[in-house]
């Protein structure tokens, strides 16, 4: 048994010298934003920020989930979430926080001292929607985050160098607690930095539909990771097509929960039909997003929906492996449906910006996550359930 | 039964082997001897042998997916008739052919139908539920069949079925025993 010592393949290399040069040149563009047109630099900032928080705070969710829950899926993936949600990951995401905390009079209505004065609403609403509040709070979810993948990274090192058999026991005990602190802090981190955006809007499954696309958007990185790691004769990562299927079962699923939270978000809406609350969707279903709403249906739902239905293509990571594709762009389109409409109710806009956001800090995350990969051993040695996690059935 | 069948019928030949590798080996050579109706019983379940019968292609999955498809549509046609056509109701002001509020009995109406179609196709495809079946009939399967022994079946429905050569093949294994069955 010498499984999972195989070299990294180099494409890993490549990717991480892929994602540092997209990185630079997305700075650069945003850079070049910053001088030209600042409102619009942080409108697509924020969409480009929350898409690739989504990549790290989501392989961090599923991670936590998998020490909950102990499978064989998650086992043979620990490192790869591992790496997408790392201090390093993490840390880099607290720090492309900045440009959001100094742009705060950009985005934020509320934070213009003489509207809030002038609104009964938002003059209600200050006690939580302050600056001084608003910047301790995003510090405290990214220092939470930050802690979490840390914990993990120690226990699992531990674990490779001790093989002490109860440190997988206190994984699960920290995941159990993480779970629970990761979705409040990620609910309420989506409360401050887009629901806030249209401060007068509220809605209380806005927070998990943040959440599970973010759980979308970490399964597809897991196959396409599988694909760059999973492949070949002597692949790095010894995974099973059972592996993989599990994969695609959990990525169909978390994007059936996200067009579930969707619609239940706007069926009570609807439904409720309050001047206060249809103004979401009077944006988006009858006016200029009108086409966007129904493009975001389809490829966020309808379409993996159907491409994901089939046995085959799950237990394949090359078959898998355009559907993540389709999804992590879904996630942007998802995003800036989510945000765009905010500032531009009336006339649907895509700003050249809006892609070198997402190129920018993507790139820098995928700089970061291949180092991750590298970093360790990419099947966690002494973890209890690897042998059974690894049998042939 | 007894006197309407002076010669029983055949059921097919079982034979029983120690370890699922000699299974395995045991479906091969049946395989390749040319016998296509073939079932095996072991104690858990093992992924090999069903690749190695090709037991993965249930029709079950199109079942329920058409079940589902057709739940779907009657069920939203059903609300949008109600609604709109035979007892049209103006609801706050609402469309009569309010889609939204149709979503959901839509959704359940697939998951409805998927779900029934997937039990009962099981049952009516796998031929259950059976209160008996010729395997029964021998002492070793009752024994050991859930517990620590690995069988073959070769049924008599097979085009090539031959008694004979059957259990020349099966005995030629190393199989604990090798047994006809009986309908």
Redesign the interface.
């Given at each position: 048994m010498n499984q999972g010592s195989n070299p990294l393949p180099e494409g890993v290399e490549t990717l991480g010298r892929i994602g540092l040069i997209a990185g630079l040149v997305g700075l650069a563009l945003l850079g070049a934003g910053y001088a030209t047109d600042r409102e619009q630099l942080f409108r697509s900032y924020l969409t480009g920020y929350m898409w690739m928080l989504g990549l790290a705070a989501g392989a961090l969710g599923v991670m936590l989930l998998h020490h909950v829950t102990r499978g064989a899926w998650g086992v043979v993936i620990r490192r790869i979430l591992e790496a997408a949600a790392s201090p390093l990951t993490l840390g880099f995401a607290a720090v492309a926080f900045l440009p959001i905390a100094l742009g705060t009079h950009s985005l934020y209505e509320w934070t213009h001292a003489e509207v809030v004065a002038g609104d009964a609403i938002l003059s209600h609403k200050k006690p939580w929607l302050n600056e001084p509040a608003f910047l301790g709070r995003s510090a405290a979810y990214l220092v939470l985050w930050i802690v979490l993948a840390a914990v993990f990274a120690r226990l699992s090192a531990r674990q490779d160098e001790t093989g002490d058999r109860r440190i997988a026991l206190s994984m699960q005990r920290w995941g159990a607690f993480g779970v629970v602190a990761f979705i409040l802090s990620m609910t309420f981190a989506a409360f401050d930095w887009m629901m806030s955006l249209t401060p007068h809007w509220f809605s209380t499954i806005y927070g998990l539909y943040v959440i599970i696309g973010q759980a979308v958007a970490a399964m597809a990185l897991v196959a396409l990771a599988g694909l760059l790691l999973g492949e070949g004769p002597s692949p790095a990562l010894p995974l099973q097509p059972?592996h993989l299927h599990d994969h695609g079962k959990l990525l169909f699923a978390f994007v059936c929960v996200w067009a579930y939270f969707g619609?239940s978000q706007?069926?009570i809406i609807?439904?409720g039909?309050l001047p206060e609350e249809t103004t979401f969707y009077t944006s988006r279903l009858n006016g200029a997003w009108k086409v966007t709403t129904i493009v975001l249906v389809l490829l966020h739902y309808a379409l993996p929906f159907a491409l994901l239905?089939s046995?085959n293509r799950k237990r394949s990571a090359k078959a898998l492996a355009p559907v993540a594709v389709l999804l992590l762009f879904a996630r942007w389109l998802d995003l800036h449906w989510l945000v765009a409409p905010a500032f531009s109710a009336n006339a649907f806009t895509l700003h050249w910006l809006d892609l070198a956001a997402p190129l920018a800090l993507g790139g820098i995350w995928l700089r970061l996550f291949t180092l991750g990969l590298k970093a360790r051993p990419l099947l966690p040695a002494n973890e209890p359930f690897l042998k059974e996690a690894l049998a042939?059935? | 039964m007894h006197g309407t069948h002076p010669e029983p019928s055949l059921h097919g030949v079982l034979a029983e082997f120690r370890t699922p590798d000699e299974l395995l080996a045991a479906i091969e050579s049946a395989r390749a001897a040319g016998y296509t109706k073939l079932d095996a019983y072991t104690p858990y379940p093992i992924e090999k042998v069903l690749d190695a019968l090709d037991l993965h292609h249930s029709k079950v999955p199109l079942l329920t997916l058409g079940a589902a498809i057709f739940g779907a549509v009657a069920v939203f046609s059903f609300a949008y008739w109600a609604s709109a056509i035979d007892y049209p109701l103006n609801i706050g002001g609402r469309p009569l052919n309010s889609w939204p509020a149709f979503i959901p009995a839509t959704f359940e109406g697939a998951v409805f139908h998927g779900g029934l179609a997937a039990a009962l196709g099981m049952l009516v495809l796998n031929g259950l539920p059976r209160p008996h079946h010729p395997v029964f009939e021998v002492k070793r399967f009752v024994e050991h069949a859930s517990k620590d022994g690995y069988f073959l079946l070769v049924e008599a429905e097979d085009p090539q079925f031959d008694v004979s050569a059957v259990r020349r093949l099966l005995e030629g294994l190393g199989p604990v025993e090798v047994n006809d069955l009986e309908n």
């Open positions: 059972r619609y706007f069926i609807w439904s039909n239905l046995r042939h059935e | -």
